[in-house]
């Protein structure tokens, strides 16, 4: 319950800002990432997107959904800066799943585009 209000809290300081004609620009330094080869028995396998907030007010992400209950995602709670960063790791779990994949995690922000998709892909190579 805290982290709602938290977020609900940190989302409506963001409305106000913006009432004065700011906003929020996500940029990402990549929005795709092949991990190539992965082994299966290996276990999971994570990278991490940087991010930068171009705009002239606070940035807020708001929340993330993945494709697939194989991919999770953790980002920044906190809202960034203008010209501050942060970023977003995606988790990608191998078990199961040999052969190619492409997974994607949509992110939700306060930002002038307010939904972006990022992708991760690669090949999982099975257990012997």
Known sequence: ???????????????SLN???????IVFDSTRYDFGYIQEDKGKVTHSFKFTNDG?????????RS????????????????AGT?????????EGRPGTFRKEVKVYTNARKASIKLIIEGI?????
Not at 19 to 25: D, I, N, P, R, V
Not at 56 to 64: E, S, V
Not at 67 to 82: D, I, L, M, Q, Y
Request: charged share 20%; hydrophobic share 45%.
């Open 56 to 64: 002239d007010a606070p940035l807020i992400i708001i929340y993330t």
């Open 86 to 94: 942060g970023s977003i790791d995606v988790t990608f779990d191998p």
């Open 19 to 25: 009432a004065g004609g700011g906003k929020a620009k």
């Open 67 to 82: 494709t697939c209950g194989c991919t999770a995602s953790h980002f920044t709670k906190e809202p960034v800066a203008p």
């Open 1 to 15: 319950m805290k982290k709602y209000l938290s977020l609900l809290i940190a989302i409506l300081f963001t409305l």
């Open 124 to 128: 999982v190579v099975p257990k012997k």
